[in-house]
């Protein structure tokens, strides 16, 4: 391995290819308080949440993960998109589990992304033990940021917490039972008792600008963040400048990210920054201070109220825009500018439901997924995807009888290069909110009630956002558009933890059929390799 890194070092050099940044995580249990009582949590180097990747577009990042975890390891790198190469992806669809007591050593590129981002253990519902952390990527210096350089940078990893262990949670699921309602709210790994004896998490200089990277890396609740007198700044979304709006506060979906600008122009004393869950029966509340340098006074007790119903939530959708101007690096190389212009070739429309009868699951268009012991991905590059699974089993229109729900892999296949629109349709009461691998998508349009082709009328054709998140309120739709042009195997999956594990996710195939090196990275040396295909003789590489 090491011979292995000198090589793509001494290549990188000669070739003048992108730097290289390197991490080693020592990922084990360890006990943590984040609401105040013990409990075993999943630290990486020693920290909850763990120590976030800094790097600059195009970086090559490298990461030898150590599992002392006595269960497999998977991480994944939400909004990373993984250009030619979802074997570093860290889905179990993907990629084969790091043996508990072994390391493996992910290596990717951050290829034209800028932005929030964050990581976080893919499998085993690791999630509600923590495991995740912050991953900023900075614009290389020629390109220009629409907005100047802030004082200092925060990460706000906010999200819903239970108090009990992820074994416990899982055991719930594995049984058919809901994991039911969190305990708390918790940001970057606690929340603030409010008696005075709180320190404070962020500090401010009166007159400077900070920036705020949020992110809602919980489990299943929609959180609204908002700070005591301090209206934020919208800079960047999920890996898009947008037109900076200020916002009293932002309603953050799970698995959404936000960078703000925040000002310190208020009488110096502290102030609190308030998560508060959204859309559900119960309230739920974690609060952070931020204090000025020269702050005397400690945070006023009344925190400002979350705004009501989704209505709202919606029209805060709708303000987020794309700043067509502002230079950065395009997430999508093909039509960027005019996702509009382009002929849609297929529609996807997918509706999510639940079946309580034979224990809890959740499918899209009536399957339930479930996971492989050999990788999709895997399979598919050995061949023998046919013993594993079996391609779109579902169809691209919803079946009639939704609660007839089939357990199986759940895997469609798409045309390398087509442009898709994907209808995402809820019938449901809860809110739903959805994480595409592998690419950004423009985020056209959500409404209440049913989609019908008319509604195409409605879409936001020229500035809407490329991200990788999008909700879908209850009874109500969302549509998303792409080119298919990234060759893989990319989850589509329900970024609510409960809903996912029990089946609410499907992976897309897409396969350039020139097996090209141009379009897709051959299976790295290094590949963990399991199930069937653990002792098979190595395909062929794709030609250059
Ligand atoms: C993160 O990266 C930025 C830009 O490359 C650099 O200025 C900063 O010092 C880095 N911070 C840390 C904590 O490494
Ligand atoms: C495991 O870690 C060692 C020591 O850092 C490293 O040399 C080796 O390449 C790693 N193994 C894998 C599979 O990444
Ligand atoms: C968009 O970006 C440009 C160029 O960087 C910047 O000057 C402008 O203020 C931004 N527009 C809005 C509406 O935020
Ligand atoms: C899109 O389809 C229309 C009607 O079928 C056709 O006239 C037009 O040339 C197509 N546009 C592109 C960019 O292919
Ligand atoms: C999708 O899978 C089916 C069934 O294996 C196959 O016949 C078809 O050619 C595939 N399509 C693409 C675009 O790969």
Redesign the pocket.
């Known amino acids: 391995?090491?011979m292995l890194m000198l090589c793509m070092l001494g290549a990188a050099s000669v070739r003048g290819e992108d730097p290289y940044v390197y991490y080693?995580w020592d990922v084990s249990y360890g006990t943590i308080a984040p609401l105040g009582v013990p409990q075993q949590g999943i630290l990486i180097n020693g920290q909850f949440p763990g120590p976030e990747i800094n790097c600059t577009s195009n970086n090559n990042i490298v990461v030898?993960v150590f599992n002392n975890l006595d269960e497999p390891l998977l991480m994944t790198w939400h909004g990373i998109q993984q250009r030619k190469n979802s074997w570093q992806e860290g889905t179990p669809g993907t990629t084969c589990p790091i043996a508990p007591g072994t390391?493996?050593?992910y290596h990717f590129q951050v290829k034209d992304q800028i932005g929030s981002f964050f990581y976080y253990p893919s499998i085993g519902l690791h999630r509600a033990a923590g495991g995740f952390g912050g991953l900023r990527i900075f614009s290389r210096l020629l390109i220009p940021v629409p907005y100047p350089d802030p004082e200092a940078e925060y990460w706000v990893l906010m999200g819903d917490w239970y108090s009990k262990s992820h074994t416990i949670l899982r055991k719930f699921l594995d049984s058919g039972r809901s994991i039911g309602r969190p305990n708390g709210v918790i940001i970057n790994g606690k929340t603030a008792k409010g008696d005075g004896s709180d320190e404070p998490s962020y500090t401010m200089i009166p007159g400077k600008t900070y920036k705020y990277r949020i992110c809602n890396v919980g489990l299943k609740d929609a959180l609204n963040i908002r700070i005591q007198g301090h209206p934020m700044k919208l800079v960047e979304l999920e890996g898009s400048h947008v037109v900076q709006n200020v916002y009293d506060s932002l309603d953050v979906h799970v698995g959404q990210c936000f960078t703000v600008l925040v000002t310190a122009d208020q009488q110096p004393k502290d102030y609190y920054m308030v998560a508060s869950t959204r859309f559900t029966r119960y309230t739920l509340t974690g609060k952070a201070i931020i204090r000025y340098t020269n702050g005397v006074g400690p945070a006023s007790p009344e925190l400002p109220p979350a705004p009501q119903g989704w209505a709202w939530s919606l029209n805060q959708f709708r303000s987020f825009r794309w700043n067509l101007t502002a230079s950065a690096a395009r997430p999508n190389p093909q039509g960027s500018y005019h996702y509009g212009q382009i002929n849609i070739t297929r529609t996807i429309k997918l509706t999510n439901s639940v079946n309580r009868l034979q224990g809890l699951r959740y499918a899209l268009n009536g399957v339930s997924h479930v996971d492989t012991e050999t990788p999709l991905k895997l399979a598919e590059y050995y061949g023998v995807a046919d013993q594993v699974f079996k391609y779109n089993i579902i169809s691209d229109e919803p079946p009639v009888d939704l609660k007839a729900i089939v357990n199986a892999p759940n895997v469609i296949n798409a045309t390398y290069r087509d442009y898709i629109e994907i209808i995402f349709e809820n019938h449901g009461k809860t809110v739903q909110s959805y994480n595409l691998d592998g690419y950004s998508f423009f985020a056209v349009a959500i409404e209440p009630g049913r989609w019908t082709p008319e509604k195409r009328k409605n879409y936001n054709l020229l500035d809407a956002v490329s991200r990788h998140t999008i909700q879908v309120f209850p009874k109500s739709w969302a549509a998303i558009m792409l080119t298919f042009d990234n060759a893989g195997m990319w989850n589509l999956r329900s970024e609510h933890a409960e809903n996912r594990y029990l089946g609410q996710q499907l992976y897309i195939s897409v396969l350039s059929p020139e097996r090209s090196l141009r379009d897709e990275y051959s299976l790295p040396d290094?590949q963990l390799l399991c199930g069937i295909v653990k002792d098979l003789p190595k395909p062929e590489p794709y030609h250059m």
């Open positions: 391995m090491l080693t030898n390391n493996y050593t290094t």
